[in-house]
């Protein structure tokens, strides 16, 4: 069996880094007909975990994430969408797992450590937050996922996935299935930087082209990024590493797109070398990358706009998801609990 599981935390809609890191792969996997079973979980759970004294935000945005998967193609006919706090196995299964992992390890986590200096948590980390590789682990193994299509951000937390379930499998015999983790192919997409040039596209640094975005909003945000702060004329050489409009142009940009909105060039190589020779000014790049994300984003707006007029069938969709979920994460449960000697009245 091939069995994948993903998901995104639901603090705000998703983003185009989303979309290239993540979802669109989703979609292709989706597609390939090469698995048997998809989840993609909406992670409440976690969200809450650094927003606990403000659940309506998380509440708020289950519906925006859910119609951001949908309007991606997510389509629910062949994955499971369902919400992480309606499957109660995987707080068990979380509460076993920490009894196998040491307080310094989660420490020594790249992405914990990044994650609690992101948010001022120093000397005050809730402890749910401190243990979500752990979370994380039972979310991918109730699922017995094979597959965990994730961003380059998130390599630590599957490595410490790894080691979870080596742990439990040589403690009590093998029972886990051990994850493979799929990365973008494509270089760019693994960390989209924000419009402003910051390294990461967040929703608090108000730097994101979200996918349910206008077509007015993507242009107007596309017009104002920042580029190559010495190419301040057009004869001016400029710089393609670092600048933003060409790493966007790396994730989303091809051949066939210069052919019908800049033929003067082939191909992305053409524009940057230009670019890097001088003669070529930053609006002209812009809006060739304006373009291309307006194509790549308008069938997304419209299946959105479609969603949204069907709220209560997203509903349904979640709903039922989330028990097919319940029912497949509670067989790993009892499996858990046997292996454990806790399945007292089997």
Same mark, same amino acid.
């Given at each position: ?16 880094g ?23 979980? @909406?992670?409440? !759970? ?8 403000? =659940? +309506? &935000?998380?509440r708020?945005? %289950? @519906?925006?994430? !859910? ?8 389509? =629910? +006919? &062949?994955?499971?969408?369902? %919400? ?79 080691e ?12 886990l ?71 966007y ?9 210069f ?21 070529l ?57 046997r ?8």
């Amino acid at each position: 069996m091939k069995i994948i599981l993903t998901g995104d935390r639901p603090t705000g809609k998703l983003h185009v880094g989303h979309y290239v890191g993540s979802l669109k792969e989703r979609v292709r996997l989706q597609n390939s007909g090469e698995f048997d079973e998809i989840y993609i979980m @909406i992670a409440d !759970a976690q969200a809450l975990t650094d927003n606990a004294e403000h =659940p +309506e &935000k998380v509440r708020n945005n %289950i @519906i925006e994430v !859910a119609l951001d998967y949908l309007a991606c193609g997510i389509d =629910p +006919e &062949k994955a499971t969408i369902f %919400i992480q706090s309606m499957v109660p196995a995987l707080t068990e299964l979380t509460t076993y797992y920490m009894n196998l992992v040491t307080v310094s390890r989660v420490q020594r986590n790249p992405t914990v450590k990044a994650e609690i200096q992101m948010r001022n948590f120093e000397a005050s980390i809730p402890v749910g937050f401190f243990c979500y590789p752990i979370s994380q682990a039972s979310d991918i193994t109730a699922f017995r996922a094979t597959d965990v299509p994730v961003g380059e951000d998130q390599l630590p937390m599957l490595e410490q996935c790894k080691e979870i379930v080596h742990k439990f499998n040589s403690v009590y015999g093998e029972t886990l299935t051990e994850p493979n983790i799929i990365l973008p192919k494509n270089a760019a997409c693994l960390r989209l930087p924000g419009i402003d040039g910051k390294a990461k596209m967040s929703k608090s640094l108000g730097n994101c082209i979200y996918l349910s975005d206008s077509a007015e909003d993507v242009q107007k945000k596309v017009m104002s990024m920042f580029t190559d702060p010495n190419h301040l004329r057009v004869q001016d050489p400029g710089k393609v590493e670092g600048n933003p409009v060409f790493t966007y142009l790396d994730a989303f940009c091809t051949d066939e797109q210069f052919a019908e909105f800049l033929p003067e060039y082939k191909c992305l190589d053409e524009l940057k070398e230009h670019y890097q020779r001088g003669g070529l000014g930053d609006v002209k790049i812009k809006k060739f990358l304006n373009k291309v994300l307006q194509a790549e984003l308008a069938p997304i707006r419209e299946r959105r706009a479609m969603w949204e007029s069907r709220i209560p069938d997203v509903y349904d969709i979640l709903k039922s998801g989330s028990e097919v979920a319940r029912a497949k994460a509670n067989e790993t449960l009892a499996d858990v609990r046997r292996a454990m000697k806790i399945n007292y009245f089997e």
